[in-house]
């Protein structure tokens, strides 16, 4: 499995990515917005972008398909329930299901509420794991859950599927949100040796060539995998002083969410 990441360089700061089976030259196009990017990339590599994954249905993420369908004419896949959401959908996809791209690709779909309703995220089954996760899991933080999600939705997400990958998992999210996450992370928990010794690695980096993390990784400066930090439930209680010295897991993750949707 080849994986190409795609900086489109726009004011939401989106990932773009072709995958693409190294014998047949086919490719998977994820969240293709920025299409001439991506066209241009499957070309200069000689690879045919056979088919198209939208991990949900918002317009950052679904804007390039047309395009791409028409250079190409690739089919589209996303959430079996995203169908009136995203315009000439080809396949819906379950949990569980798997994409094959050319003869050695498998990518398996998971179901992954939260930030919409109907998000999925895509696990490689390849020696190295990796996980395209949309805006569901981004480098250092959680997707909001403006547009049609539910924080609580979001949290079962991360802990009954996400947080239970294999900590080699290099994680590929679908925005370049880590120098901001990192910052949310040290105002959450200033003692984050992790977050402390990553931010000034990533402050002002190439977002094309930025840094991959793992879940490992994530785990250790990702506030919404770090439910159980004293530090965090700590600094948690000032924000909140209502919340129980030791708050459960849920209301810890959705009250996260809440701060960072302002900060």
Request: with cysteine; net charge negative; aromatic share 6%.
């Amino acid at each position: 499995m080849i994986v190409e990441r795609i900086w489109t360089g726009n004011a939401y700061r989106n990932y773009n990515y072709l995958i693409a089976c190294p014998e047949s030259g086919e490719a998977l196009a994820i969240d293709p917005l920025d299409h001439e990017k991506c066209l241009n990339a499957a070309r200069v590599k000689g690879w045919q972008i056979t088919q198209i994954l939208n991990t949900h249905e918002h317009h950052d993420h679904t804007g390039g398909n047309a395009a791409v369908v028409a250079a190409t004419g690739a089919k589209v896949i996303a959430h079996h329930k995203a169908g009136s959401h995203i315009a000439g959908m080809d396949r819906g996809v379950k949990a569980g299901d798997v994409i094959k791209v050319g003869k050695t690709v498998e990518l398996e779909c998971m179901d992954t509420p939260g930030h919409t309703m109907c998000h999925i995220c895509l696990r490689s089954h390849t020696e190295q794991p990796a996980l395209f996760s949309g805006d569901t899991l981004f480098n250092a933080g959680a997707g909001n859950c403006h547009n049609g999600g539910n924080a609580e939705d979001l949290y079962a997400t991360f802990v009954e599927q996400l947080a239970k990958l294999p900590d080699g998992t290099r994680v590929y999210p679908g925005h370049d949100y880590i120098e901001n996450n990192l910052r949310f992370t040290l105002a959450r928990e200033p003692d984050n040796a992790a977050a402390k010794a990553l931010l000034p690695a990533v402050a002002g980096q190439d977002p094309a060539t930025g840094r991959v993390t793992t879940l490992a990784e994530e785990k250790e400066f990702n506030t919404f995998l770090r439910l159980q930090s004293p530090g965090v439930i700590a600094a948690l209680r000032e924000a909140f002083p209502e919340l129980p010295e030791n708050p459960d897991p849920k209301t810890v993750f959705v009250k996260l969410r809440e701060l960072r949707n302002s900060w």
